[in-house]
C-alpha cells in the first residue's frame, strides 16, 4: 500500500484516469497510483482526462477535460443543461447502467456501512423514465439579460438554472412556467432576492394527481398576495386547466420553501388523486411520493413483505398521509399511523373517515416519531408488524429502541437514504431482528436518489 501522503498530485494536475464505478452522489469513481479521485459526469469503463480541482488526504476530486473513450454505458445527454443543473446526475449513462449503479451503491452501503450480509436485490426499475414527477417546486429569479425565469438550483448553491423543458416533470408544469414568468414580467411582479430579502414571488409549486389528472398550482410569496392576482391567477386556471389556485405566505429569510399559511385564490383548495388504490385529498403540506407508477411498485412490495394477518395490528410510523397503512389495512384488524405534520395526520384521517373506517379500524396521531412509538411501548403497545418510512436521516434511537421493546413479528423499513438505512437495520440486527431480504426501488430515474424496502423479522418468531 503505497504512502498516500508521498504521492505528489497537486491541484490543477492532468492525469489520465480509468473510471470503474459510480459514488452514491453520481460522480465517477478513478485511482491514481492508489488515490480514489471523483470525477462528476464521468461513467464505469470511461478513459479520460482529468484536471484535479482539490487533493485531500486519502482522496481527490477532479472534472474531465476530456473524454479519451467512452465506457459501455455512457451515453448522450438528452438535456442542455443536466451538467450544471443539481438535478439529474445520472443522464450521461443508459437507464439499464443506471440501474446498475443504485443496486451497487445500495449493495455499498449495507456492506460497508452496516456490515451486514444479507442479499441485495437487483434495483426494480421505474415503469417511466421520464416525465415521472407530479409535483415540482419552482424558484423564481432573473438570467443575466434580466428576464425573470424559473428552474433549478446548481450544485451546492442557490444559483438558478434556467431549465425551459426538465425531463422529469410533465410538460404542462413546464409550460406554464414559462408563462408565469412572461405574465410576472408583464404585471411587475418582482422574483425574491435572497440577499436583500426584497421581491414578491419566490417558487411556483406545482402539482398533479397523476390518475385523477387535476392540477394545483401554488404561488409561494413574500407577501400576502401578488400585484395583479386576480388576473394573473386567471390567465393561468384558464389556459392549463388548473383545479384549484392557491397562493402560500413565506416572509422569513429562510431556505424553506413554504410558509405556514396558505390561502385558497380558485378552486377547492385540494386535488384528488389514488395511490395504491387509496383515495387522497391534497393539498401543498402533505408529502406524497413524487413518482406514482414506482410508489405504486414501492406499496405494493412492501405489502408482500408486510405478510399481514387477518388478526394483526399494524403500526406505521412516519405515515405522511396513510397511504402505505391504508393500501395494507385490507389484510389485518386494525392500523395505528403517526405522522408530525398535521396536515398530512388531518389528510389521513380524512381518508379513513371516507373509506368508512372508525377509530378502532384506523386512527393517526400527530406525534414525533420516536416520542410516539416510546410512549406505545411504555403502554404495552404489541403491534405484530411495523411500518416505519423515515426521512433521510433515519430513525433516531428512542425510535428504534421501542421498536425493539414492542417486539413486533416483522418490520419493513421503507428509507430514501441507504446509508441510514443501512446503519438501522445494523441496529436492529443487535437487537435480535434478521434482515432477511432487502430491495432497491428507483423511484427517481436520472438522479443519484434510491429507496430502499428492507424486511426484518424478529429471530424465532
Known amino acids: 500500500m503505497p504512502n498516500l501522503t508521498s504521492i505528489p498530485l497537486k491541484k490543477n494536475q492532468t ?142 448553491s442557490h444559483r438558478i438554472i434556467r431549465t425551459p423543458d426538465c425531463r422529469l416533470q410533465p410538460v404542462w408544469m413546464n409550460e406554464l412556467a414559462a408563462r408565469a414568468c412572461a405574465l410576472f414580467e408583464q404585471y411587475g411582479v418582482e422574483p425574491y432576492d435572497e440577499e436583500t430579502g426584497k421581491g414578491r414571488i419566490r417558487h411556483l409549486y406545482m402539482r398533479q394527481g397523476w390518475h385523477s389528472g387535476q392540477r394545483l398550482l401554488c404561488f409561494v410569496v413574500n407577501g400576502n398576495g401578488l400585484p395583479h392576482e386576480p388576473e394573473i391567477c386567471n390567465a393561468l386556471q384558464q389556459e392549463f386547466g388548473l383545479t384549484t389556485v392557491l397562493v402560500n405566505r413565506n416572509t422569513a429569510r429562510t431556505n424553506v420553501i413554504l410558509g405556514q399559511n396558505t390561502r385558497t385564490v380558485l378552486g377547492p383548495g385540494v386535488i384528488e388523486d389514488t395511490l395504491a388504490g387509496v383515495p387522497l385529498r391534497m393539498g401543498v403540506h402533505e408529502f406524497y411520493q413524487v413518482n406514482t407508477p414506482a410508489a405504486e411498485l414501492l406499496y405494493a412490495t412492501a405489502r408482500r413483505y408486510a405478510a399481514l394477518r387477518p388478526e394483526d395490528f399494524l403500526l406505521d410510523l412516519y405515515c405522511g398521509m396513510g397511504t402505505i397503512g391504508l393500501s395494507m389495512l385490507p389484510d389485518c384488524r386494525r392500523l395505528v399511523g403517526v405522522e408530525v405534520v398535521p396536515q398530512a395526520v388531518d389528510a389521513a384521517k380524512e381518508t379513513a373517515a371516507r373509506l368508512g373506517l372508525d377509530e378502532k379500524r384506523a386512527d393517526f396521531f400527530c406525534m414525533d416519531a420516536g416520542t410516539a412509538a416510546a410512549r406505545f411501548a411504555a403502554e404495552g403497545a404489541r403491534p405484530d408488524v411495523i411500518v416505519v418510512d423515515p426521512p433521510r436521516k433515519g430513525c433516531d434511537e428512542a425510535t428504534l429502541n421501542a421498536l425493539v421493546d414492542m417486539a413486533p413479528r416483522t418490520i419493513v423499513m421503507v428509507s430514501c437514504n441507504p446509508a441510514t438505512a443501512a446503519r438501522d437495520t445494523r441496529a436492529l440486527t443487535d437487537a435480535g431482528y434478521c434482515p432477511e431480504t432487502i430491495q432497491p426501488v428507483d423511484l427517481f430515474p436520472r438522479t443519484k436518489h434510491c429507496e430502499t424496502i428492507v424486511l426484518l423479522r424478529r429471530s424465532g418468531s
Open 15 to 156: 492525469i489520465e484516469l480509468d473510471i470503474h464505478s459510480l459514488s452514491n452522489d453520481g460522480s465517477g469513481v478513478g485511482r491514481w497510483q492508489g488515490l480514489a479521485i471523483f470525477v462528476p459526469g464521468t461513467a464505469p469503463g470511461d478513459r479520460i482526462l482529468a484536471r484535479v480541482t482539490k487533493v485531500l488526504k486519502t482522496y481527490a476530486f477532479a472534472r474531465m477535460e476530456q473524454l479519451l473513450a467512452p465506457g459501455p454505458g455512457r451515453c448522450e445527454p438528452d438535456c442542455p443543461v443536466c451538467g450544471p443543473c443539481g438535478g439529474c446526475s445520472l443522464r450521461h449513462i443508459t437507464y439499464e447502467a443506471e440501474c446498475k449503479a443504485k443496486t451497487g451503491f445500495v449493495r455499498d452501503a449495507f456492506a460497508r456501512l452496516g456490515g451486514l450480509d444479507t442479499p441485495v436485490e437487483e434495483v426494480l426499475p421505474s415503469p417511466l423514465e421520464e416525465r415521472y414527477r407530479n409535483k415540482v417546486q419552482l424558484p423564481v429569479g432573473r438570467d443575466s439579460d434580466g428576464h425573470i425565469v424559473t428552474g433549478f438550483y446548481a450544485g451546492r
